[in-house]
C-alpha cells in the first residue's frame, strides 16, 4: 500500500513525490500496512492510503474534533489516524462487523497509544447509528463500508452532526468508474446514487477530493 498508488490518476513517480513531501509513515503505521497485506492479503486494498491518512490526522485537527465517528473500520488504519488527531478528551466511535479485521487494528491502537480514545462496536453500523442520540453532536464521521449502505449511513449522521461538521466519504470515484457506462453493478450504481443525492442535497456543501479512490467532504450548514 506504501509504495503503490491507490489513486487511479497517478502515476507511482507522482505518488512516491506525495508521500516524501508529507508527514512521514511512521513504525505502527508501518506495521499496520504489513499485516493487513499478510494476514488480509485478499483485501489490502481496501485499506486507506498513507497520504489519506496523513490528510485525516491534519484535517481532525484543524476543525477541532472531539467527537467522531467511523463506519467501516477494517484493520483501523484510519482509525488510528482520526484518533491521533482528536482534541484532548475526545472520542472515536468505530462502527465494523468483523472481530478478525478489527483485531489488527485494535493491536496497532495499542502499540501507537491511542486505543483509549476509540470505542469499537462489532454490530451492524445501521443499528449503532440509529442508536446514537441526536442531542450530542458529532463533529466529523467517516464513512468507509459496503457502498450500497451508503445514503443510509448518511441520512443516520447528518442529523447528529453539528453545524459546520464534517462527513467524508470514501471511494466515491471508484477507480473512475462512476462515469463509465459499461459499469452496471451494484456498487457503482449505489456510488453514482449517493453521489448525486448529496450533490442535490441543499443541507450541505460537498467537494469530491481527488485523495485516494475519491474523498468526499461534506459540511453541514
Not at 32 to 47: A, G, K, N
Request: overall charge negative; aromatic content about 8%.
Amino acid at each position: 500500500m506504501a509504495d503503490a498508488p491507490k489513486s487511479f490518476f497517478l502515476s507511482p513517480e507522482i505518488h512516491a513525490y506525495l508521500l516524501d513531501h508529507a508527514t512521514p509513515v511512521d513504525d505502527v503505521q508501518q506495521w499496520l500496512i504489513s499485516e493487513t497485506h499478510s494476514r488480509v492479503s485478499d483485501f489490502s486494498m481496501m485499506q486507506i492510503a498513507p497520504e489519506q491518512g496523513a490528510f485525516m490526522t491534519t484535517f481532525t485537527r484543524i476543525v477541532g474534533v472531539r467527537r467522531a465517528v467511523e463506519v467501516g473500520t477494517f484493520t483501523g488504519y484510519s482509525a488510528l489516524c482520526i484518533a491521533r488527531g482528536l482534541e484532548d478528551g475526545g472520542r472515536l466511535l468505530c462502527c465494523d462487523v468483523s472481530e478478525e479485521w478489527t483485531s489488527i487494528g485494535r493491536e496497532a491502537w495499542k502499540r501507537a497509544g491511542v486505543d483509549d480514545r476509540i470505542d469499537l462496536q462489532i454490530a451492524p453500523a445501521i443499528e449503532t447509528l440509529r442508536a446514537l442520540p441526536k442531542d450530542d453532536p458529532i463533529d466529523l464521521a467517516f464513512v468507509d463500508a459496503d457502498k450500497g449502505g451508503y445514503a443510509s449511513y448518511y441520512e443516520e449522521l447528518l442529523p447528529r452532526l453539528r453545524t459546520n461538521g464534517v462527513i467524508l466519504v470514501d471511494n466515491t470515484l471508484w477507480s473512475g468508474s462512476v462515469i463509465d457506462a459499461s459499469r452496471t453493478d451494484d456498487d457503482t450504481k449505489a456510488i453514482r446514487a449517493f453521489n448525486d443525492m448529496v450533490a442535490a442535497d441543499d443541507r450541505v456543501d460537498s467537494v469530491i477530493l481527488t485523495i485516494g479512490d475519491g474523498l468526499t467532504l461534506i459540511r453541514k450548514r
